[in-house]
């Protein structure tokens, strides 16, 4: 079967060109006028595969980096990364930073504690906390951590990339 084109078809063809045109250019203007997001997932999503509590360091420390603590007594400097993390640096806890790490999560479940306002352009530390039923968020400005995290994030090796 052979098509021929009439005068009406060739506008109607033209119309369609321009019109797919105007599509894919508009996609290729708002793609750039929107920058892709460099943020890390939110502290509360990342509470699976075993870990109990994150501490994410302020946005300052570069590189971005955070401490996770696993339910097996394993505690881990992280550097975020868009993708899957990797634990550059890991310890063991001992019994007691275990026992301690229970306790201030047992308590933050029950209730967080209340920290000063932040600021505006304060720093802080962001915490997530893994509980029976439920996660816990909390921003910890960086003069009131506790002393067990305090503690904590001195003990695991600071990461060299």
């Known amino acids: 079967m052979k098509y021929s084109f009439k005068l009406g078809d060739s506008s109607l063809v033209l119309l369609l060109a321009l019109a797919i045109f105007v599509v894919v ?3 290729v203007v708002l793609r750039k006028a929107i920058p892709p997001t460099s943020q890390p997932p939110l502290v509360q999503d990342e509470l699976r595969g075993g870990r109990v509590l994150i501490l994410r360091l ?3 420390i570069e590189p971005p980096q955070e401490i996770q603590i696993f339910e097996d ?3 881990g400097r992280v550097h975020i990364v868009s ?3 990797t634990v550059a640096q890991k310890v063991q806890l001992s019994k007691t930073e275990r026992a301690q790490i229970t306790t201030l999560r047992t308590q933050w479940c029950q209730a967080l504690p209340t920290f000063r306002p932040l ?6 530390y ?3 906390v ?3 039923y439920d996660q816990r968020h909390i921003k910890i400005p960086l003069d009131q951590l506790p002393g067990t995290l ?3 994030l001195k003990r695991i090796p600071e990461l060299k990339l």
């Open 126 to 128: 962001e915490l997530g």
């Open 58 to 60: 302020p946005q300052s």
């Open 119 to 124: 600021q505006r352009d304060d720093m802080y």
């Open 150 to 152: 305090d503690t904590l």
């Open 73 to 75: 007594g394993v505690a």
């Open 83 to 85: 993708g899957p993390n």
């Open 130 to 132: 893994q509980c029976t």
């Open 25 to 27: 250019i508009g996609f």
